[in-house]
């Protein structure tokens, strides 16, 4: 069983008729994900390759009765869009948006811990389930994301989009498939972390690994290693983090906006040492990713 | 966008924290006159957007307007870690005593604003943010107002007591107000003093939000902050061409074009791999010319102008096309762009593609495009490492 979504999610879009929306809900309609409504505010009465589309959620969901809301609205829109989706119940609201106002982010997530609403992103590609499920641009066309990703045992977390997709395809390649893959988003603050998301995979009885992909910046990687050594998962968890050379150069921006290294913090190389010392294997080399999960994997079922 | 310090502290003023008197200057002239104004000793501070200016020696005390005229001068003369300096804050020394720090910021492990407050000052921000020793820190629930009464709750947690705690109160609400009002990441007064009726705030760091510039129009107007690019070094002319190439054509993203000295064109992208394969482009030994972050499907124009603008310039005669497995950015699009940008040069495209591995929607179409140009198409099966490998062996 994934987590966060399966087969059964219904699914509304915030911003179902903006140009990125309409693909991505061509895409995931033929991929089988239940996208039953949509919300344009001033569009209401129309229809998106049949979803009927609403001036707002209350109204769609009236009709249409949903899991979770995938919002795909312009940033300076994208704090309303979402505290209608937390304010509507919806239980999870996966936001494709990038460059929302950090204010308005925190905003939002504090709404959402108060409401029990699970966050997506910002700044999020979305999240898939192969062969049952995915929300938002992930994977692009049904037909690229089935040869991207396969179903099976590794879960991958990632603080990049499109990295996401390379480390299915990678994993895919050497034969090993996915149970969930979820982007968090590339923005310094994220609804949904790797270390929250760590219990869950716990809890999941097809994932058999977990991949991360780190980036410098931030403090996530140091997060979940701290959460690792604190509570020794049963889940092996190999990682790469990329952009070393940023270490290099402090203060200049690279990547996503969380990305800036500020003095010693945040340094791909610190992210490595700690996710190291709490036992996690990191890859030097991305495409090492496969034959480590392959052995962390080995080795758990020995262990047992 | 880092605030230097006069623009800080019109956002402090504004919000009514008191703070020692001062004058905005740009000529030695200029800093003795606005010493002979506000009488006693005087600070003379370099206004440029970065710490670490008192131990680089760009904050002075003068004693008389003499001095300080004789301060400016030399402080203006040259820069100061990277930065020109132009203007000089005067200002009165405000009284000795001790000193305290105060901030607000974004935690995002809390994935909220923290604030922050020591009564000892010389505190490392960085490493205070997640708590440390001696600092007092409290959560902000963003779905309720930062009240005047939490600030004092903070207060008496670090230790203060009576009218002092009184004033922390209000002074830490003001700063909330600031960091919520203007989209700061950042505000910091460090030190604050207490002038025996209030405190004092000496010195203020401010961190603007760049996506949120747009909706502050009130801080040119009103308070004279004009926006600036925000890199740690100004941006070099290849980078501003990159830039204006981005801004002139809305399809697609070649974002966060920098300069290197190398002889290795990239074409590279998204965000995650860009710095992923510039990493692997470097261990394998190659020296890039520029790093940049290529996606969201550009049109064929685009990806033209950026090869060409790449192979103008000096020393670049290779280039190589590595994206991850992209979601939505056409194949055949960045061949045809890529080609055309190369035939223009009055190059040929073999001799300068050193690798092309873009994996994704049109695919096929992409390598037969370069395949009638005599360039392998490098598919899913070749990892990001092995495409910077072919990059960076294939010089001759």
Redesign the interface.
């Known amino acids: 069983m994934p987590i966060l979504i399966d087969e059964t999610t219904r699914v509304v879009v915030q911003g179902i008729t903006g140009r990125?929306a309409t693909?991505f809900v061509r895409h995931s309609l033929d991929y089988g994900t239940r996208i039953v409504g949509g919300v344009t505010p001033g569009k209401g009465g129309s229809d998106v390759y049949g979803v009927p589309v609403y001036d707002g959620l209350a109204q769609a969901l009236a009709e249409h009765p949903a899991d979770a809301a995938v919002v795909s609205v312009p940033?300076?829109a994208a704090r309303e869009a979402a505290l209608e989706s937390i304010e509507c119940g919806l239980g999870l609201v996966v936001i494709v948006t990038e460059?929302?106002?950090?204010?308005d982010v925190?905003?939002v997530?504090?709404?959402a811990?108060?409401r029990g609403t699970r966050v997506i992103g910002p700044n999020s590609?979305g999240l898939i389930s192969p062969g049952k499920v995915k929300l938002g641009?992930?994977?692009?066309?049904a037909e690229?994301v089935r040869?991207?990703y396969v179903p099976g045992p590794v879960a991958i977390l990632?603080?990049?989009?499109?990295?996401t997709?390379?480390l299915?395809?990678?994993l895919s390649?050497a034969g090993l498939g996915q149970s969930t893959c979820v982007s968090i988003g590339?923005d310094?603050?994220?609804?949904t972390?790797f270390a929250d998301l760590l219990p869950l995979l716990e809890a999941d009885a097809e994932t058999k690994a977990i991949v991360i992909?780190g980036?410098?910046g931030?403090?996530?990687e140091e997060?979940l290693a701290e959460r690792v050594a604190r509570d020794r998962p049963r889940l092996p968890i190999v990682a790469?983090v990329?952009?070393?050379?940023?270490d290099r150069?402090?203060?200049?921006?690279?990547?996503?906006?969380?990305?800036l290294v500020?003095?010693?913090?945040g340094t791909a190389a610190g992210k490595v040492r700690c996710l190291r010392d709490a036992g996690v294997l990191v890859a030097d080399?991305?495409?090492e990713v496969p034959s480590l999960v392959r052995r962390a994997m080995g080795a758990g079922r020995e262990a047992r | 966008m880092r605030l230097v310090e006069w623009e800080a502290k019109a956002l402090l003023r504004s919000a009514g924290i008191a703070l020692p008197r001062a004058e905005r200057v740009a000529t030695p002239e200029q800093a003795a006159e606005a010493a002979a104004k506000l009488g006693g000793p005087v600070v003379v501070k370099c206004q440029v957007p970065t710490g670490g200016r008192m131990k680089a020696g760009g904050i002075r005390f003068a004693d008389s307007p003499d001095e300080a005229s004789g301060i400016a001068a030399d402080l203006l003369s040259r820069p100061l870690l990277g930065h020109e300096v132009t203007e000089l804050l005067v200002e009165e020394r405000a009284p000795g005593g001790s000193e305290a720090f105060a901030a607000v910021a974004?935690d995002?492990?809390e994935?909220?604003?923290v604030v922050l407050l020591s009564l000892s000052g010389g505190i490392d921000l960085?490493?205070s943010i997640?708590g440390s020793l001696g600092l007092a820190r409290q959560v902000v629930?963003?779905?309720w107002p930062y009240s005047a009464y939490q600030g004092r709750e903070l207060a008496a947690r670090a230790g203060l007591a009576g009218a002092q705690l009184v004033a922390a109160g209000t002074l830490l609400q003001r700063l909330y107000g600031i960091f919520?009002e203007y989209?700061a990441?950042l505000v910091e007064v460090n030190p604050l003093v207490w002038s025996g009726k209030g405190f004092l705030a000496l010195d203020a760091h401010v961190e603007l939000?760049d996506?949120?510039l747009y909706?502050h129009p009130e801080l040119a107007a009103r308070l004279g902050i004009q926006p600036r690019s925000?890199?740690?070094?100004p941006p070099t002319p290849f980078e501003l061409a990159a830039a204006q190439i981005d801004a002139t054509d809305s399809r697609g993203v070649a974002g966060?074009m920098?300069e290197f000295d190398g002889y290795l064109g990239l074409l590279i992208?998204?965000?995650?791999?860009?710095?992923?394969v510039?990493?692997?482009i470097?261990?394998a030994g190659g020296r890039p010319a520029n790093?940049c972050?290529v996606?969201g499907n550009p049109s064929v124009r685009k990806v033209r102008a950026l090869t060409r603008l790449i192979l103008q310039k000096p020393g670049v005669r290779r280039l190589a096309v590595i994206?991850?497995?992209?979601?939505?950015t056409r194949v055949d699009l960045v061949a045809r762009g890529v080609i055309k940008g190369i035939v223009e040069e009055g190059l040929v495209p073999s001799e300068v593609v050193t690798v092309f591995r873009v994996?994704?929607?049109w695919e096929g179409e992409g390598a037969k495009i370069l395949e009638r140009y005599g360039i392998a198409y490098s598919d899913?099966?070749v990892?990001?490492?092995?495409a910077a490998g072919v990059a960076v062996a294939r010089r001759g």
């Open positions: 990125e693909t940033p300076s460059r929302i106002p950090r204010r925190a905003e997530l504090a709404f811990r108060r590609l641009m992930i994977g692009g066309p690229d040869r991207a990632s603080r990049s989009g499109g990295m997709t390379e299915a395809n990678l390649q590339g310094p603050i994220v609804g972390t992909y980036e410098p931030g403090t996530q997060a790469f990329g952009g070393k050379f940023v150069m402090p203060g200049q921006r690279f990547g996503h906006a969380a990305v500020e003095g010693d913090r080399e991305l495409a | 974004y995002a492990a994935k909220a604003p960085e490493a997640g629930d963003m779905t919520h989209d990441t939000e996506e949120a909706r925000t890199q740690a070094r966060r920098v992208g998204g965000g995650g791999a860009s710095l992923t510039f990493d692997a470097l261990a790093y972050e996606g994206m991850n497995v992209v979601s939505n994996p994704g929607a899913r099966t990892s990001l490492d092995e």
